[in-house]
């Protein structure tokens, strides 16, 4: 069984930096892809980035397009978020996911099968 657990989130003022890790257990993880989404109170989850089994492909949404960055190590069996310039906007807990279809620009959270327990990232103004 897929086991994802994430780390790394924390208590950071506007401009700041932060990475979230992602340690995958219990399958090959370069046979998935690999998400990440994020949750505020009370919205939907929305999807942040995503990067296919090998790493040569990456997606971002628009908003964290330029300021995150996504990568992984597959011999870690590790998947990493960078997140710099940060804005109180992007205060949310933070959830990796992964899936071995999934297309690397699909930004449904239905699509991934795998999913971390999350991880709090607040930015203070």
């Known amino acids: 069984q897929v086991q994802l657990v994430e780390s790394g989130g924390g208590f950071v003022q506007a401009g700041g930096s932060l990475r979230l890790s992602c340690v995958f257990s219990g399958r090959t993880f370069s046979n998935y892809a690999m998400g990440w989404f994020r949750q505020a109170p009370g919205k939907e989850r929305e999807f942040v980035a995503a990067?296919?089994?090998?790493?040569?492909?990456?997606y971002y949404a628009t908003s964290v397009k330029g300021r995150f960055t996504i990568s992984r190590d597959n011999a870690k069996n590790t998947g990493y978020l960078q997140m710099n310039s940060l804005k109180p906007e992007d205060t949310a807990v933070y959830y990796c996911a992964a899936d071995r279809t999934v297309a690397v620009s699909t930004m449904s959270a239905r699509a991934y099968d795998y999913w971390g327990q999350g991880t709090q990232v607040t930015v203070s103004s």
């Open positions: 990067i296919g089994w090998s790493g040569g492909s990456t």
